[in-house]
């Protein structure tokens, strides 16, 4: 189910971008309504080809990553987020990822945070043929240790700068509470962070920060 409750557009924004997914990939579309159920159906229909091909053109990574951003169910984003990793590699989805969160909608934000948990799925050589030529993939593509830093970095901003209660919730609630996970060029910004948690009137976040707390004891 739809992680929250969804404002009129973003139904029709998603099945926006899952029928731009399909024009790309030659699926015929399936006239369905309501649109959101049409959404779903045309996202089952190009899951399997999405896998099935060797490599996916350029032109279908942005539609691709907007169709992750959309899709309003956690459950299922996963079907446009996991043949990106495969096609394009790692470390340019979860940079994609990175600049919806900096620079998006908060529905986009909140896009960018479920697809950031998928876009972890671990490669198998015999999941899809785009993982690389006989079986061999290399290693530059899914090389991410910087753009993880980004998304702290990125995460902790937007909490700062948010005015919306569960925008603050999805970005915080999210991140390590060990030190140790954040570079020391992000201890600052971490200390602030942790500072305005343990004072923020909201139980959940005030939690976070005491769980961050205890790990640094």
């Known amino acids: 189910m739809p992680e929250d409750e969804q404002s009129d557009t973003e139904p029709r924004s998603f099945l926006a971008c899952a029928t731009e ?29 999405l896998l099935e091909r060797a490599s996916l053109p350029e032109e279908l990574f942005a539609p691709l990553m ?44 909140a896009g960018a945070v479920r697809a950031w948990y998928c876009a972890h799925v671990p ?21 991410v240790r910087d753009i993880k830093d980004a998304w702290l970095e990125v995460s902790m901003r937007v909490f700062a700068e948010a ?16 030190r140790g996970a954040y570079p020391p060029r992000l201890h600052d910004l971490l200390g602030s962070t942790l500072a305005a948690a343990r004072s923020h009137p909201d139980q959940h976040i005030r939690r976070w920060a005491a769980a961050a707390d205890r790990d640094a004891a």
């Open 21 to 49: 997914v399909a024009r790309l990939l030659g699926v015929e579309d399936v006239a369905v309504e309501p649109s959101d159920r049409h959404a779903r159906l045309l996202a089952h229909a190009v899951r399997k080809p």
């Open 66 to 109: 907007a169709a992750s951003v959309y899709d309003p169910d956690p459950s299922f984003c996963r079907w446009f987020v996991e043949p990106a990793v495969y096609a394009f590699g790692r470390r340019r989805v979860m940079a994609a990822l990175v600049d919806h969160l900096r620079t998006g909608t908060d529905a986009e934000r």
């Open 123 to 143: 490669l198998h050589a015999d999941r899809s043929p785009a993982y690389g030529s006989g079986g061999v993939r290399d290693p530059a593509l899914d090389e």
């Open 163 to 178: 005015s919306d209660l569960r925008m603050r919730h999805r970005v915080l609630l999210g991140l390590p509470t060990s």
